[in-house]
């Protein structure tokens, strides 16, 4: 376990918020602390960058917000820093993978979040998450550009297994392929994925990896796990996740992200 922790690094759903997608007082309390003690803090997740602003104000982000897993990088007033997109001649042969396999596939460009079909499952509550309506398109034909994350949806864990493994053995050369919750498969490019987040924000903030602590519950967030000095399970996550990190704190649903700054993080400080 790292001895002293200059900068938190936090994946959002399942573990910065609740089940139902909120942030606590407790959570709000806890970032502010870390503010207090001279702690940096950022976050990760595969939502789009809008669908981190309402984060901003809250917790009083000042760092750099990680969207698409590393996809794409913003500043709190959302200017675009970094741009990692999938390469254009394997859009479309992944999203043919992605149908023979039974699930349904979005596609995010820059701002964009384009569907083919409102009434599909997941298709409300992520809008409802991330607090904006999708595009609803005819298809995906001229879309295959500036690309930052397709992603595969299906409540079918062995569908969603098998693409997984599909994706990543033909296309891995290209692309990251990981799953951020049970029914989202995750497609990026193959340098946006939570580790290349950790390195950034060490190059950026002159922190050495051995000073960042990670925090995560899902499969993706092993990659930041291995390159911090601390990675912290959340209580939630699967027990595979759980063996790849150095502690594991309480659930999301009982305040978890707050225990774990106030147990692991600030006594470093």
Known sequence: MASTIK???ADVDGTLVTPDKRLTDRAVGAVHRLHDAGILFAVTSGRPPRGMEMLIEPLSLSSPISAFNGGLIVERD???TEERVVPEHVVGPILDALARAGLDAWLYRGTEWNILDRDRPHVAKEAATVEFEPTVVDSYDGLH????????????????????????????EHVSAAQSQPYYLDVTHPLANKGS??????????????????????????LMFERS?????????????QGKADVVTA???????AT??????????
């Open 7 to 9: 900068l938190l690094l």
């Open 78 to 80: 959302m200017e675009v």
């Open 145 to 172: 550009h500036r690309v930052a994350k397709i992603v595969g949806v299906s409540d079918d864990r062995q569908a969603m297994d098998a693409a997984t493994r599909v994706v990543a053995d033909r296309f891995g």
């Open 197 to 222: 987040v950790a390195t950034y924000l060490s190059r950026r903030f002159h922190v050495h990896r051995h000073e960042i602590a990670t925090i995560g519950d899902m499969p993706n967030d092993v």
């Open 229 to 241: 000095g601390l990675s912290i399970a959340m209580g939630n996550a699967s027990p595979d996740v």
């Open 251 to 257: 659930p999301n649903d009982d305040e978890g992200f």
């Open 260 to 269: 774990a700054v106030d147990r692991f993080v600030l006594p470093t400080a």
